[in-house]
């Protein structure tokens, strides 16, 4: 038996798992599949995390504007990330192959400069570093 493909990427107010291929999208549909898939209760409440954590990387006044994200909270979030796939392949990874087409994130190299020119978001720069785990 073949095994499915699933792609894995966070999509905002989404989900983190797609079907990659024909096979798949037949027996799970198109979409976010998170929620048809055989997983553990810790493995869901750890997607949950992150998929709340992601949506808090676009800048919030103005998405194209640089994310408000420090190199630390990018890092956290990448780890965390590493983390959900690796525990994602443990519990479905005999049936499904898991292709990581999730980008990780740095720091914007316009970050500081824009918080220079709006010194009103330092606060909200800081409350934008929520713990991901």
Not at 25 to 54: N, W, Y
Not at 59 to 68: A, E, K, T
Not at 84 to 103: A, S, T
């Amino acid at each position: 038996m073949t095994k499915g493909v699933l792609r894995f990427f966070f999509d905002y107010g989404a989900g983190c798992l797609w079907a990659g291929d024909a096979k798949t999208r037949a027996l799970l549909d198109v979409g976010p599949v998170d929620r048809k898939l055989p997983l553990s209760v810790p493995v869901r409440e750890q997607t949950d995390r992150i998929l709340s954590a992601h949506a808090c990387y676009l800048n919030p006044l103005y998405p194209p504007d640089p994310s408000l994200w420090s190199q630390s909270l990018c890092d956290r979030f990448n780890a965390d990330v590493d983390s959900l796939i690796l525990n994602l392949r443990q519990e479905i990874g005999e049936d499904y192959d898991i292709l990581d087409q999730q980008e990780r994130y740095a720091e914007d190299v316009r970050l500081n400069a824009y918080l220079l020119e709006h010194p009103e978001l330092e606060r909200l720069h800081e409350a934008t570093q929520p713990t991901v785990r």
